[in-house]
């Protein structure tokens, strides 16, 4: 076990490699015996622990994907076909949401949550949490990943948890108010709507004592408009991190630089990066955009190998000022919420952001609305926008907010505004995509 409050110095790269192959043959060895899943899985393709003679050969495992794992649990409830162990060797059990269809259950035994409180912890400390820090979590805490193994990690780091969780913004303002310097832990849509909170309540947020955020459960905190208004408005920098519901809690983090996640679970998680479409491997270079895939390399209850997550990233560039090695990532968004238009892939967080950069003429919020589900749609994209009470000219806006996702994204939009607060809030995710089909119009 680290000591509480020291930094984890990353291995070299080779030793990475060595250590996550030693762990990556072991975990396969152990699904081929405890899995039926993996077990007829790797058969059926033909691949096997025996064929892993360097990590490159996990790419001829076949992809494991969401709705497999929704079916291998239906087959076999409550914790599916894929799992390893039955409920008696389980101590937690938390649900995958995912962006659509059902819940699914994700059963941790002892040493999973051991594994997920150091792999988290990980993250917390890139991000620069320390001992001496006050932790206020404003996110989930219940049967969501980013919840109790967050307690866990920033327990485990030996800085002081605030279990406050959604749904309270007063008691989270009180709390800042009383605790003095502290850091918020939120997604970055809560971190802005606390601040207007904040505001409505006639406090300025930069008083409240933030030393910085750290953000993660949506692209946001990436995205720089959006980042650079949760700055603005709690006067303190914001570092953000990445995660899957089925995989492990926080796997990547971003450091004080501010240039991006380096992956921070690289000793429990092995990722990669494919081609959305084809699958093919995409090599991590600068530039890079695609899907990130993951294989845990320690997991007792529901082993996962080469998970597609769905999470569509960008690699900003290789090694960083902190001398850690490796990518620098940026989550753009989810394959899922991807739209085409007129043969352009434009993601509804990248229009968000260019909506928050008229801030603060527009509150930020604004939504997708579709007439069908996509990701094809009819050109123009109807986008609603939130304007700020007292805009003047109403149609120069919607105008220029036009103008803008036509120039940076080559989209063409069709701008509503509408007036402010119209838009729900979630404390959690806020949805960027609202479906109205004709048929629900009344
Ligand atoms: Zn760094």
């Known amino acids: 076990m680290t000591a509480a409050g020291t930094v984890t110095v990353p291995a070299a790269?080779?030793?990475?490699?060595?250590?996550?192959?030693?762990?990556?043959?072991?975990?396969?060895?152990?699904?081929?015996?405890?899995?039926?899943?993996?077990?007829?899985?790797?058969?059926?393709?033909?691949?096997?622990?025996?064929?892993?003679?360097?990590?490159?050969?996990?790419?001829?495992?076949?992809?494991t994907t969401k709705q497999e794992i929704r079916d291998a649990q239906v087959a076999a409830p409550p914790l599916g076909r894929h799992a390893c162990v039955g409920l008696e060797d389980v101590v937690r059990l938390h649900a995958s949401t995912g962006t659509t269809g059902a819940p699914s259950w994700v059963g941790v035994t002892a040493r999973d949550a051991e594994v997920w409180t150091e792999l988290t912890a990980s993250s917390f400390r890139v991000q620069g949490i320390r001992r001496d820090d006050v932790v206020v979590h404003a996110a989930g805490l219940t049967l969501f990943v980013?919840?109790?193994?967050?307690?866990?990690?920033?327990?485990?780091?030996?800085a002081t948890f605030v279990p406050i969780g959604t749904g309270a913004s007063e008691k989270v303002l009180a709390a800042?108010?009383?605790?003095?310097?502290?850091?918020?832990?939120?997604?970055?849509?809560?971190?802005?709507?606390?601040?207007?909170?904040?505001?409505?309540?006639?406090?300025?947020?930069?008083?409240?004592?933030v030393r910085k955020l750290t953000v993660g459960?949506?692209?946001?905190?990436?995205?720089?408009?959006?980042?650079?208004?949760?700055?603005?408005?709690?006067?303190?920098?914001?570092?953000?991190?990445?995660?899957?519901?089925d995989v492990a809690p926080i796997i990547w983090g971003e450091c004080e630089h501010q240039q991006g996640m380096h992956l921070t679970g690289a000793e429990w998680v092995h990722a990669e990066l494919v081609d959305p479409e084809t699958g093919e491997a995409v090599p991590w270079e600068e530039g890079a955009e695609a899907e990130l895939v993951y294989t845990a390399l320690e997991r007792?209850?529901?082993?996962?190998?080469?998970?597609?997550?769905?999470?569509?990233?960008?690699?900003?560039?290789?090694?960083?000022?902190?001398?850690?090695?490796?990518?620098?990532?940026?989550?753009?968004?989810r394959t899922d919420d991807m739209l085409i238009v007129l043969g352009v892939n434009v993601f509804p967080s990248a229009i968000r952001d260019l909506v928050s950069e008229l801030h603060p003429q527009t509150t930020g919020a604004m939504q997708v609305v579709l007439r069908e589900p996509g990701p094809g749609v009819a050109p123009p994209l109807h986008v609603e926008v939130e304007r700020a009470d007292d805009v003047a000219d109403e149609a120069a806006l919607a105008a220029r907010l036009e103008e803008l996702v036509r120039g940076r994204l080559t989209v063409p939009v069709r701008v509503e505004l509408v007036p402010p607060g119209s838009i729900?809030?979630?404390?959690?995710?806020?949805?960027?995509?609202?479906?109205?089909?004709?048929?629900?119009?009344?």
């Open 300 to 333: 007792e209850c529901c082993g996962l190998l080469r998970f597609r997550t769905r999470d569509r990233v960008r690699v900003l560039g290789l090694g960083c000022a902190c001398g850690r090695p490796g990518p620098r990532i940026r989550c753009v968004g």
């Open 13 to 63: 790269a080779r030793d990475l490699a060595e250590l996550q192959l030693a762990k990556l043959r072991r975990q396969v060895v152990y699904l081929e015996e405890r899995s039926p899943f993996y077990r007829e899985k790797l058969a059926s393709a033909g691949v096997g622990s025996g064929d892993l003679d360097s990590l490159e050969a996990l790419a001829r495992f076949p992809f």
């Open 146 to 158: 980013g919840g109790l193994p967050a307690r866990d990690a920033i327990e485990r780091i030996g």
């Open 424 to 442: 729900p809030r979630s404390q959690m995710k806020t949805a960027l995509v609202r479906l109205d089909a004709p048929e629900e119009e009344r």
């Open 217 to 245: 459960g949506e692209p946001g905190g990436g995205e720089p408009s959006t980042r650079a208004r949760i700055e603005a408005d709690w006067g303190a920098p914001v570092t953000e991190g990445l995660g899957n519901a």
């Open 176 to 209: 800042m108010q009383t605790l003095g310097r502290t850091v918020l832990h939120a997604t970055p849509s809560y971190a802005v709507y606390l601040a207007e909170v904040a505001r409505e309540r006639g406090l300025d947020p930069r008083t409240l004592g």
